[in-house]
């Protein structure tokens, strides 16, 4: 589907192929447990987030230099214009290279790089959203926001993902709050496998814009009327929710549910290469499924640039 639109709910590292990251084990010398390409495409069966995380941490061993880090953008660039994204605001997990020994900066100056670029090679612009792993420490998240004080002119926003259950979002109350100060703007996962108290707390502890997922809003009906009299946007990622068996099949996905409620509803792919598609395939995934007319899937687009991190102006130039 070409239909121009806005990506809000990418993590980059969800977007390495298993040619890339074939192509990169074997430039950087780092093994992977896989013959080849495809054997890796075969182990792809999520039972749950977690069974995904595990997978999707353990291949990001292959990312190890600005320049690893420069394709990897561009080529997801690539992908996203050829399916009509004409913004794209993209997550990646700082916590998760640095852990393995690669510096932040070699990390934020990679992305950086590509991103600076978009527009004129891809004619896509382009935010950076830095997201802290929840089943990390909140002293953790704090000294990577310290870290990223050199790079903050790359960054617009936090965000906060990996596993849910367990890791409510007061537990980085201090962390979102330090970002409030340094002008940062502000989302964060909530409601993909966590609890409706879940977007309660990150709406009013965190203060966060945009609910990544929101999926379970569905069983708190006060809280759904909250998030249509604010006008909430919640950036869903329908075949992330069923790879990660949070919908059973995508015929049963509550997106015609959640447009006919009224709520402020954006379609994205959260991890392209191991969900079985990018944004525009997305758009095609859940046409069909759901028999989405065409004025629903306007709506979904223009939905998602009202909801970017844009003004007016960059938000009718990307349109
Ligand atoms: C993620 Cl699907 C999903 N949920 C939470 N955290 C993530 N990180 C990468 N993909
Ligand atoms: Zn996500």
Do not use: W
Not at 113 to 136: K, N, P, W, Y
Not at 258 to 269: F, Q, Y
């Amino acid at each position: 589907m070409h239909l121009p639109k806005a990506e809000l709910h990418l993590h980059i590292e969800g977007t390495l192929e298993p040619e890339l990251a074939f192509a990169l084990a074997e430039r950087n010398e780092v093994a992977l447990p896989y013959a080849t390409a495809d054997e890796l495409r075969a182990a792809y069966e999520f039972e749950d987030l977690q069974s995904f995380l595990d997978l999707y941490y353990a291949l990001m061993a292959v990312l190890r230099t600005e320049e690893d880090f420069a394709e990897l953008v561009d080529a997801y660039l690539a992908r996203a214009a050829a399916q009509g994204v004409r913004h794209a605001e993209i997550f990646f997990d700082p916590q998760a290279h640095t852990a393995r020994g690669v510096p932040i900066g070699t990390v934020i100056e990679g992305i950086g790089r590509a991103l600076e670029r978009s527009e004129e090679t891809h004619g896509v612009s382009t935010q950076l959203i830095m997201c802290f792993l929840r089943d990390l420490s909140a002293e953790s998240a704090l000294g990577t926001l310290d870290a990223a004080k050199p790079y903050l002119h790359r960054i617009s926003a936090i965000g906060l993902d990996s596993a849910e259950v367990g890791h409510p979002p007061a537990k980085f109350r201090e962390v979102y709050e330090a970002a409030t100060a340094l002008g940062l703007r502000k989302v964060a996962h909530a409601g993909e496998e966590g609890p409706p108290e879940y977007i309660r707390e990150a709406l009013d502890v965190l203060g966060v814009e945009r609910i990544d997922h929101g999926l379970r809003c569905l069983e708190d009906p006060e809280l759904v009327e909250r998030l249509v009299a604010g006008r909430v946007p919640l950036t869903l990622c329908p075949l992330s929710n069923v790879r990660l068996r949070t919908v059973d099949t995508l015929a049963d996905h509550p997106l015609p549910a959640m447009l006919a409620a009224g709520l402020h509803c954006t379609v994205n792919s959260d991890d392209p290469a191991y969900f079985g598609g990018y944004a525009g395939d997305n758009f095609d995934a859940v046409r069909d499924a759901l028999a989405l007319d065409r004025e629903q899937l306007r709506t979904l687009a223009r939905n998602s640039f009202e909801a970017a991190f844009l003004d007016h102006d960059e938000e009718r130039r990307a349109r």
